[in-house]
């Protein structure tokens, strides 16, 4: 199983930026698909996720300016991301879970102030 993520990259405040990560050898379909967030010293958090069926979650910290979506005859999950904060820096990881749950390589997001 392998999840490769990518688009990270340097913005500047109130920028965008859209993460992908692409799924193989699993069915991809059936996962429920999630990106996560880690910046030094501090814990993963969730930034959003969406279900097999199609039903999100988000942090209350990107309501409003993040989009998880996912395109299963490409096994891709997305993020795109909307008017960026300094906040948003961090390295982004994608995972997948059904019973198991895979994580993909991470891809950094700088946000300039």
């Known amino acids: 199983v392998q999840l490769q993520a990518s688009g990270g990259g340097l913005v500047q405040a109130g920028g965008s930026l859209t993460l992908s990560c692409t799924a193989s050898r699993i069915i991809f379909s059936a996962y429920t698909m999630s990106w996560y967030r880690q910046v030094p010293g501090k814990q993963r958090e969730l930034v959003a996720a969406?279900?097999?069926?199609?039903?999100?979650e988000y942090a209350d910290s990107v309501k409003g300016r993040f989009t998880i979506s996912r395109d299963n005859t490409k096994n891709t999950v997305y993020l795109q991301m909307n008017s960026l904060k300094s906040e948003d820096t961090g390295v982004y990881y994608c995972?997948?879970?059904?019973?198991?749950?895979?994580w993909g390589q991470g891809t950094q997001v700088t946000v300039s102030s």
């Open positions: 995972k997948g879970r059904r019973i198991l749950e895979y």
């Open positions: 969406i279900q097999s069926g199609g039903t999100t």
